[in-house]
């Protein structure tokens, strides 16, 4: 039995209404299929079923499955599920959508590759469930399994940093983005505001920042071995220049 939560930021459909122009343009469609091939070297994984956890709208889930992958989308949010299985349709693919909270979703023994995307990780207020989180993945997987995890480093924040951006979509919504850190430098707070048609709308969210080190840790704290730390999808080493944190971690065998 899942045990009812209280209502946090993500759980707000119409902030994925409103952003998803933002989040989710035509190009970042593009890149995934490009990327694909980059995380399949780098994740190496025994088999072909996959599972994409927090899939939104099938970005990475689609283009896998055209591939031939066995692919589970699990998401929580019925509007970005909803253009994942629109997206599935328009390929002429078949994937698994799940509509579940990624604390709850777990399937013994199941995948030889697990994905989690675009920073869809660390979102909720108590740290400890990411952890939980991880050791739901680990379960899910199969023996000699792999994890691939892409997320913004805490390096790579701490030197790019600006408490003010601000973005113009081409039929002149604007974006302003506020941000603050916050907790001893373990999360980041956002103030996203839209400015369209003479109206403002203001989202807020936060979530939790990882430096390699921190992450690397919490995954073996997890149960995982061989992780290894890229600074993108194309296997550089994680460093002061990295982009990207790509940990890529395997399930005992």
Same mark, same amino acid.
């Given at each position: 039995?899942?045990?009812?939560?209280?209502?946090?930021?993500?759980?707000?459909?119409?902030?994925?209404?409103?952003?998803?122009?933002?989040?989710?343009?035509?190009?970042?469609?593009?890149?995934?299929?490009?990327?694909?091939?980059?995380?399949?070297?780098?994740?190496?994984?025994?088999?072909?079923?996959?599972?994409?956890?927090?899939?939104?709208?099938?970005?990475?889930?689609?283009?896998?499955?055209?591939?031939?992958?066995?692919?589970?989308?699990?998401?929580?949010?019925?509007?970005?599920?909803?253009?994942?299985?629109?997206?599935?349709?328009?390929?002429?693919?078949?994937?698994?959508?799940?509509?579940?909270?990624?604390?709850?979703?777990?399937?013994?023994?199941?995948?030889?590759?697990?994905?989690?995307?675009?920073?869809?990780?660390?979102?909720?207020?108590?740290?400890?469930?990411?952890?939980?989180?991880?050791?739901?993945?680990?379960?899910?997987?199969?023996?000699?399994?792999?994890?691939?995890?892409?997320?913004?480093?805490?390096?790579?924040?701490?030197?790019?940093?600006?408490?003010?951006?601000?973005?113009?979509?081409?039929?002149?919504?604007?974006?302003?983005?506020?941000?603050?850190?916050?907790?001893?430098?373990?999360?980041?707070?956002?103030?996203?505001?839209?400015?369209?048609?003479?109206?403002?709308?203001?989202?807020?969210?936060?979530?939790?920042? &990882?430096?390699?080190?921190?992450?690397?840790?919490?995954?073996?704290?997890?149960?995982?071995?061989?992780?290894?730390? &890229?600074?993108?999808?194309?296997?550089?080493?994680?460093?002061?220049?990295?982009?990207?944190?790509?940990?890529?971690?395997?399930?005992?065998?």
């Amino acid at each position: 039995m899942v045990r009812a939560r209280r209502r946090e930021w993500f759980d707000d459909e119409s902030f994925w209404r409103e952003f998803y122009p933002f989040m989710f343009p035509e190009r970042r469609f593009a890149e995934a299929g490009e990327e694909i091939p980059k995380l399949l070297r780098l994740a190496r994984p025994p088999g072909r079923s996959v599972l994409d956890l927090c899939c939104g709208p099938g970005r990475f889930s689609v283009p896998l499955a055209r591939r031939g992958f066995r692919v589970t989308g699990v998401d929580r949010t019925d509007f970005l599920l909803g253009k994942a299985r629109a997206a599935a349709r328009t390929a002429g693919v078949r994937v698994e959508w799940v509509k579940q909270d990624m604390r709850d979703f777990v399937r013994e023994d199941s995948f030889d590759l697990a994905l989690s995307m675009f920073t869809s990780f660390g979102y909720f207020d108590d740290k400890g469930e990411d952890l939980a989180v991880l050791r739901k993945v680990l379960s899910s997987l199969r023996a000699g399994g792999v994890l691939l995890m892409d997320v913004m480093g805490k390096e790579r924040i701490a030197r790019i940093f600006d408490s003010t951006t601000s973005e113009t979509l081409p039929d002149g919504t604007l974006l302003v983005q506020q941000h603050e850190i916050f907790d001893g430098f373990s999360r980041l707070r956002n103030e996203w505001t839209l400015v369209r048609g003479g109206r403002a709308k203001t989202f807020r969210f936060h979530h939790t920042l &990882y430096s390699g080190q921190e992450l690397l840790a919490l995954l073996q704290e997890a149960g995982f071995v061989s992780v290894r730390l &890229y600074g993108s999808l194309d296997g550089c080493d994680y460093g002061p220049e990295a982009e990207r944190l790509v940990a890529v971690s395997r399930k005992p065998g």
